[in-house]
T-cell receptor, first 114, second 112 residues
Framework: ETGVTQSPTHLIKTRGQQVTLRCSSQ?????VSWYQQALGQGPQFIFQ???????GRGNFPPRFSGLQFPNYSSELNVNALELDDSALYLC?????????????FGSGTRLTVV | GDSVTQMEGPVTLSEEAFLTINCTYT??????LFWYVQYPGEGLQLLLK?????DKGSNKGFEATYRKETTSFHLEKGSVQVSDSAVYFC???????????FGTGTSLTVIP
């Protein structure tokens, strides 16, 4: 059973640029969520996709957008990067949506905006 | 709104000491509660969970009991090991979706 894999592991971008982060969910999982974890903080919910539809969004501006594909893999896109976007971005997948299901997390993508 | 308040760290313990990390929550409805652990440079791993009041989650010697009356989900371990050194996050999931609310994390260092 493969876990959640994210790519790339690290990247550096310049303020104002755009970035795409990728996530392959665990086999059989149809729900993918993205979280932003600033240094020394807990993860903050960005949005969730369930069977290719966005079905929940946290307090993040529209320049954070995403996609989920038929194989349940997912992308996170961030436009017009700001310095405060520097963080660890975590993708997590779940067997189903619902409060009782735990997430399986990937190791994250460390984004640095300079 | 829903939130989790977690005991601040860092916490430093000697090997074989008793561990308690406090966690309290605020939520509408009946949340599920979780503890996740994060080792350096890695993502989060689910440690244990409880989905209803009075449930006890347990794994690898760690335990936590869902206390509705005190809105708490404290993490305990009777005898910590050096390999338990990590950051521990308390989290809740409530409502119809699967959005998690995380605490700020508690860093644990166990010294030999």
């Amino acid at each position: 059973e493969t876990g959640v894999t994210q790519s790339p592991t690290h990247l550096i971008k310049t303020r104002g640029q755009q970035v795409t982060l990728r996530c392959s969910s665990q086999s059989g999982h149809n729900t993918v969520s993205w979280y932003q974890q600033a240094l020394g903080q807990g993860p903050q919910f960005i949005f969730q996709y369930y069977r290719e539809e966005e079905n929940g969004r946290g307090n993040f501006p529209p320049r954070f957008s995403g996609l989920q594909f038929p194989n349940y893999s997912s992308e996170l896109n961030v436009n017009a990067l700001e310095l405060d976007d520097s963080a660890l971005y975590l993708c997590a997948s779940s067997l189903e949506q619902g409060r009782g299901y735990g997430y399986t997390f990937g190791s994250g993508t460390r984004l640095t905006v300079v | 709104g829903d939130s989790v308040t977690q005991m601040e760290g860092p916490v430093t313990l000697s090997e074989e000491a008793f561990l308690t990390i406090n966690c309290t929550y605020t939520a509408t409805g009946y949340p599920s509660l979780f503890w996740y652990v994060q080792y350096p440079g890695e993502g989060l791993q689910l440690l244990l969970k409880a989905t209803k009041a009075d449930d006890k989650g347990s794994n690898k010697g760690f335990e936590a009991t869902y206390r509705k009356e005190t809105t708490s989900f404290h993490l305990e371990k009777g005898s910590v090991q050096v390999s338990d050194s990590a950051v521990y996050f308390c989290a809740l999931s409530a409502g119809t979706g699967n959005q998690f609310y995380f605490g700020t994390g508690t860093s644990l260092t166990v010294i030999p």
